[in-house]
């Protein structure tokens, strides 16, 4: 029986990837039976160096600088590579830091509108042909027709409504409130008609103000808007809610 030692050495290797032109790391593994040269090679699909440009340093599992991997004509199984060490790329073609993960730096294309109107390989050409969106006609102009409706529905709501009127608003998903009506109309800050309501109790979101434009007065939190569908007018007594209480 043969008493030497027989080592069976991985045909493979995992390493960590670096270069100069990325801030990322990556991990691959290699067959250790190819040369340097047709390393580079496939190194240029993970980095974006050329490999004529590409000079490669060779650091441990810890971070340590090892070697240069400068021999093309060598296996690179021929250097100390082991599972997670790190290969670093360094790119001497005069790319700068940064330019492949920077978007910014990136040159965007830009096409005329009247230019893409024409292209039959575009997504507004596809949404065209599969009525899509805003180019089903039909789809939008009942769209239109029910939001026409609806705002016509509110105004007739909001018409019903006088400032002082003492009112209830329930909205889908939040508790049923006591006020008095103390604005009706439109607003600045978003299109339709609007009621604003002074609450029984703390309830609201401001005092009457909304982005420094003040519509009504009240204290503050007791103040809201509301759409006039929400309000329904009528002899809500105000509850005493023993706020003053001890």
């Excluded at 047709?38 to 974006?48: I, P, R, T, W």
């Excluded at 290969?87 to 009247?114: M, N, T, Y």
């Excluded at 409130?177 to 604003?196: A, E, L, Q, R």
């Amino acid at each position: 029986m043969d008493g030497g030692v027989t080592v069976i050495t991985n045909p493979t290797v995992s390493v960590r990837l670096t270069s100069t032109i990325s801030s990322f790391e990556v991990n691959k593994r290699y067959n250790r039976g190819i040369t340097i040269a047709e390393f580079k090679g496939k190194l240029e699909m993970v980095v974006g160096t050329p490999a004529s440009s590409m000079e490669l340093q060779l650091f441990s599992t810890t971070d340590k600088f090892m070697q240069k991997l400068d021999d093309n004509e060598a296996l690179l199984g021929s250097y100390p590579v082991d599972d997670d060490c790190k290969i670093h790329v360094i790119d001497r073609s005069g790319a700068q830091s940064g330019e492949f993960s920077d978007l910014s730096k990136v040159e965007k294309f830009e096409i005329p509108d009247e230019v893409y109107e024409k292209r039959t390989d575009s997504v507004r050409s596809f949404m065209k042909k599969q009525r899509v969106g805003r180019f089903n006609e039909e789809e939008t102009a009942k769209k239109e027709a029910e939001l026409a409706a609806r705002e016509a529905e509110e105004e007739a709501a909001a018409a019903a409504i006088d400032v002082g009127n003492r009112c209830q608003v329930q909205v889908v998903g939040l508790p049923t409130k006591i006020g008095t009506v103390m604005y009706v109309g439109t607003v600045d800050f978003k299109p339709g008609h609007w009621v604003g309501v002074k609450y029984d109790e703390p309830l609201g979101k401001h005092d009457g103000s909304v982005k420094e434009k003040r519509y009504f007065e009240c204290e503050n939190k007791y103040g809201a808007f509301v759409r006039p569908l929400t309000v329904t007018v009528g002899d809500f007594p105000e509850e005493d809610y023993g706020l003053d209480e001890m």
